[in-house]
């Protein structure tokens, strides 16, 4: 069954960076796209950064320029690098992937999450 385990979280002051680490086991890490979410209390969960099983990435807009993903094939592990860290990035970072089956249904999977706390 897919897994999928963050780490890496933390307290930082804001300006600062944390590594976001997710481990994925289950399937075939390379051929799928993975996500970074965040969830802050009392509001939605969103989409972060994407990297697609090509190397490509998207960045939600407020993260561009700061956040960048990256995927270890060899180590079935994706990244959240997170430099110059904002009060307004403190949430839950979970990892996900949308895994097909063979009759094409798709089946969403996450992370247990890991807390970013960033103080000004």
């Known amino acids: 069954q897919v897994q999928l385990v963050e780490s890496g979280g933390g307290l930082v002051q804001a300006g600062g960076s944390l590594r976001l680490s997710c481990a994925a086991s289950g399937f075939t890490f390379s051929s799928y796209a993975m996500n970074w979410y965040r969830q802050a209390p009392e509001k939605e969960r969103d989409l972060v950064a994407t990297v697609f099983a090509s190397g490509s990435t998207n960045y939600e807009e407020s993260v561009k320029g700061r956040f960048t993903i990256s995927r270890d094939n060899a180590k079935n592990t994706v990244y959240l690098q997170m430099n110059s860290l904002k009060p307004e990035d403190t949430a839950v970072y979970y990892c996900?992937?949308?895994?097909?089956?063979?009759?094409?249904?798709?089946?969403?999977?996450w992370g247990q999450g890991t807390q970013v706390t960033v103080s000004s």
């Open positions: 996900n992937v949308v895994v097909r089956s063979r009759s094409g249904a798709l089946f969403g999977s």
